[in-house]
């Protein structure tokens, strides 16, 4: 559902190690989810998406894991880089609202070189 | 092909001006989003916009708030009578499609002196 005025949870890995970013979301009617990466002072940046069909889908050092089960959906990185310091963003996007892109509350990835 | 552009990148109004936010979506977007941001909080929906068309305002407060997506020119989300709660970033997305994945603009950053 919408994001609440709630302080970032922090996540912190060292540099070479795997990541991983959890995101709980509301609806079960979700139908689409996207992965942003947000760099302080910039806008939000598409990383990677899965349809409700799908339960993983691969892209370069990501993989993102959809549970529809537990309304779950994870970010998986791989030999986690400097590079990749920044607040990461689920988001959903359920076809009964309207296409309305709602994002979760967001996540600190912390990359310790 | 150019990304989502948004301008100005940051703007200082005083209390009781108005504020006018510009949003270009990427070339052939129809469908243009605008979130607002608090510091360390996720993105907030406001409105949903297709060309001349108001889809979902939800997000948006009933007064001072307006958007607009003509069939010429950028979309505006304007904010009169400004008051200092109204101090964020202002970002705004465009998809080609409903239920498709949305490109971010770098944000406006709004502040109210």
């Known amino acids: 559902g919408e994001s609440v005025g709630l302080h970032l949870p922090t996540l912190s890995v060292q540099e070479g190690d795997n990541s991983i970013i959890n995101c709980a979301y509301s609806?079960?009617?979700?139908?689409?989810f996207i992965w942003y990466k947000q760099e302080s002072g910039k806008g939000p940046q598409f990383i990677i998406d899965?349809?409700?069909?799908?339960d993983k889908r691969q892209g370069q050092r990501v993989t993102v894991l959809l549970n529809k089960t537990v309304k779950h959906l994870s970010l998986q990185i791989a030999a986690t880089q400097p590079g990749d310091s920044a607040v990461y963003f689920c988001?959903?996007?359920?076809?009964?609202?309207?296409?309305?892109?709602?994002f979760g509350g967001g996540t600190r990835l912390m990359v310790k070189p | 092909n150019a990304g989502v552009m948004q301008n100005p990148r940051h703007l200082v109004r005083r209390r009781g001006q108005e504020a006018r936010l510009r949003c270009s979506p990427m070339?052939?977007?129809?469908?243009v989003y605008w979130y607002r941001q608090l510091p360390e909080e996720g993105l907030k929906f406001m409105v949903y916009?297709?060309?001349?068309?108001?889809?979902?305002e939800s997000g948006m407060p009933k007064e001072r708030f307006s958007a607009e997506f003509p069939k010429e020119g950028p979309s505006i989300l304007r904010i009169q009578q400004v008051v200092r709660g109204d101090s964020a970033a202002y970002f705004c997305?465009?998809?080609?499609?409903?239920?498709?994945?949305?490109?971010f603009g770098q944000g406006t950053r709004l502040t109210v002196v």
């Open positions: 997305a465009s998809s080609p499609d409903p239920g498709t994945e949305a490109f």
């Open positions: 609806n079960s009617a979700s139908d689409y």
């Open positions: 899965i349809r409700s069909n799908m």
């Open positions: 988001a959903e996007i359920r076809e009964n609202a309207g296409n309305m892109l709602t």
């Open positions: 070339k052939g977007h129809s469908h």
């Open positions: 916009l297709q060309k001349e068309n108001i889809i979902d």
